[in-house]
């Protein structure tokens, strides 16, 4: 199967996909927030925030993983993507290894089915359509290097993030 077969675009809230591992768009403290991360530490419960205040933080770029309580997922993985500062402070590097350090957590738990949500292009302000490219890029380079990852879902919870999403992958295919 090509790499681009194991891309998937949806659209919904990633708190209910039955999936091994969602990733979670969360700050460095990974103590909760707003946005997607605040959806899911609450339809998670709080077993979550207790396990992320074991964990000590996050940098920007790594990710973390944690069981996922009350979701319909097996794990939680944590990831801090950059803050949008203008695009010239290293902003695309850090999405880029946000994604990839996603993946190859999700690899070490021989995770077959992953979710992401758009790192980085909520609160933190990334520009949707260059964070979709990076995703895209970066997603397609881990899964070349992880087999065992069967299905990376992108999930889009608005129409801008689903559109940028959808023009690249018919380019692609
Ligand atoms: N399911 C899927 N995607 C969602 C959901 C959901 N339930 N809710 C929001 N999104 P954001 P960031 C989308 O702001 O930009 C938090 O406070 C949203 O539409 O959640 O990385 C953290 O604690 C957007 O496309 O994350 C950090 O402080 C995408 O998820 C900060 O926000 C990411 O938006 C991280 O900011």
């Given at each position: 199967m090509s790499v681009n077969d194991r891309i998937q675009l949806a659209r919904g809230d990633i708190t209910r996909f039955e999936v091994d591992a969602i990733v979670n768009a969360a700050?460095?403290?990974?103590l909760g927030g707003g946005g997607v991360d605040g959806a899911i530490h609450l339809a998670a419960g709080p077993g979550l925030l207790e396990e992320c205040r074991t964990l000590g933080g996050c940098p920007p770029g790594e990710a973390r993983i944690t069981g996922a309580y009350a979701l319909p997922a097996t794990w939680v993985i944590h990831t801090v993507g950059p803050i949008w500062r203008g695009g010239t402070n290293g902003e695309d590097q850090t999405l880029a290894s946000a994604y990839r350090s996603s993946l190859a957590l999700a690899a070490s738990v021989e995770a077959r089915t992953v979710a992401f949500p758009s790192i980085s292009t909520g609160i933190y302000g990334f520009p949707i359509d260059r964070a979709a490219s990076i995703s895209l890029t970066t997603i397609r380079n881990s899964l070349a290097t992880h087999p065992t990852i069967e299905t990376v879902t992108l999930v889009c919870f608005n129409d801008a993030n689903h559109t940028a999403y959808a023009t690249l992958l018919d380019k692609a295919s």
């Amino acid at each position: 199967m090509s790499v681009n077969d194991r891309i998937q675009l949806a659209r919904g809230d990633i708190t209910r996909f039955e999936v091994d591992a969602i990733v979670n768009a969360a700050n460095s403290t990974l103590l909760g927030g707003g946005g997607v991360d605040g959806a899911i530490h609450l339809a998670a419960g709080p077993g979550l925030l207790e396990e992320c205040r074991t964990l000590g933080g996050c940098p920007p770029g790594e990710a973390r993983i944690t069981g996922a309580y009350a979701l319909p997922a097996t794990w939680v993985i944590h990831t801090v993507g950059p803050i949008w500062r203008g695009g010239t402070n290293g902003e695309d590097q850090t999405l880029a290894s946000a994604y990839r350090s996603s993946l190859a957590l999700a690899a070490s738990v021989e995770a077959r089915t992953v979710a992401f949500p758009s790192i980085s292009t909520g609160i933190y302000g990334f520009p949707i359509d260059r964070a979709a490219s990076i995703s895209l890029t970066t997603i397609r380079n881990s899964l070349a290097t992880h087999p065992t990852i069967e299905t990376v879902t992108l999930v889009c919870f608005n129409d801008a993030n689903h559109t940028a999403y959808a023009t690249l992958l018919d380019k692609a295919s």
